[in-house]
Nanobody
Framework: VNLIESGGGLVQAGGSLRLSCAASGRTIKSYIMGWFRQAPGKKRELVSGIGWIRHNTYYADSVKGRFTISRDDDKNTLYLQMNGLKSEDTAVYYC????????????WGKGTLVTVSS
């Protein structure tokens, strides 16, 4: 599976961005998908995930109420709507596909940079 993120950029605090992750090579409709991020000098962290049966969602506490994850399996695309951006959201955001057993990530995108200016 090839995952390509887009939609990152520079935005002022309080602004919004919508990230997209286009998948190719295999359908993502039967897999848990997610967004991770890595800020400078910090570990990569899970931001949000979405299941493949009922599209159940998970959000890190730091983004709950501001970010919304969604998927369009017909387009083989994952999204992350980010509202109310804060300077601490500045990071490289990565799209990820979990292995069929859901235990670990087996494919990563190359990332898209989000910079929030205060």
């Amino acid at each position: 599976v090839n995952l390509i993120e887009s939609g990152g950029g520079l935005v002022q605090a309080g602004g919004s961005l919508r990230l997209s992750c286009a998948a190719s090579g295999r359908t993502i409709k039967s897999y848990i998908m997610g967004w991770f991020r890595q800020a400078p000098g910090k570990k990569r962290e899970l931001v949000s995930g979405i299941g493949w049966i009922r599209h159940n969602t998970y959000y890190a506490d730091s983004v709950k109420g501001r970010f919304t994850i969604s998927r369009d399996d017909d387009k083989n695309t994952l999204y992350l709507q980010m509202n109310g951006l804060k300077s601490e959201d500045t990071a490289v955001y990565y799209c990820a596909k979990r292995r069929s057993d859901g235990h670990c990530v087996d494919y990563w995108g190359k990332g898209t940079l989000v910079t929030v200016s205060s």
